[in-house]
């Protein structure tokens, strides 16, 4: 198994081989377009654990809150137990059927699956818990569990008061920054960015 560092140079030079031609958002339409979508992204565990790398350094702290070596091992399969889908795949819940009742299934499915909505868990989570409305993902603050006593990435998604589709395409958009800064790629706007989540249908509501 690679380690962190060469896991970063293999990434970096992917990157720039892979854009290097065409622009970022092209490329990104094109993976959302499959079933998946971005949970269907073969580099989508190292990706949001660089993400939460850099949300540990800005914290300054030196404790790590997710292992490489545990995140990675795990099968596609059981990944809803380190991916979370914060809107989730099965969202029976009213909290997120009023929010989210104007969207098509195929929409449902685009938001469910957008970079934005998928978050690094500090330790693996029944899916059932998964399913809750949002306000009850936050936090149990007697059983000391929920986002605000996860990952550095959790807890920056626990800051926020609610979570539609605007909270989901602002969370892309902020993931699709660092990575263009992380991995030197050519600078888009946010409209561009919104399409390269697959949520260009929200520009022209």
Do not use: C
């Not at 990104?28 to 992204?41: E, F, T």
């Amino acid at each position: 198994m690679l380690n962190t560092e060469q896991l970063i140079t293999y990434f970096e030079n992917a990157a720039n081989e892979l854009f290097k031609e065409t622009a970022i958002q092209e490329h990104l339409s094109d993976w959302v377009k499959n079933g998946h979508g971005y949970y269907g992204w073969h580099s989508i565990k190292y990706f949001l654990y660089e993400y939460e790398l850099h949300l540990q350094q800005q914290s300054k702290s030196k404790r790590e809150k997710i292992s490489w070596k545990d995140f990675s091992i795990e099968s596609y399969s059981d990944d809803y137990e380190s991916i979370e889908h914060i809107y989730p795949q099965r969202a029976k819940d009213p909290y997120w059927t009023e929010r989210f009742a104007a969207f098509s299934s195929t929409q449902k499915r685009l938001l469910r699956n957008s970079l934005g909505n998928l978050l690094a868990l500090a330790k693996p989570r029944n899916s059932s818990l998964g399913n809750r409305g949002f306000p009850d993902k936050l936090g149990d603050d007697k059983k000391m569990t929920g986002y605000r006593y996860g990952s550095f990435s959790e807890i920056e998604v626990s800051n926020s008061l609610e979570w539609g589709p605007e909270d989901i395409v602002k969370r892309g958009i902020k993931l699709l920054t660092f990575m263009e800064n992380r991995w030197n790629l050519p600078k888009t706007d946010n409209l561009q960015k919104t399409r390269a989540l697959g949520l260009g249908f929200l520009t022209k509501k």
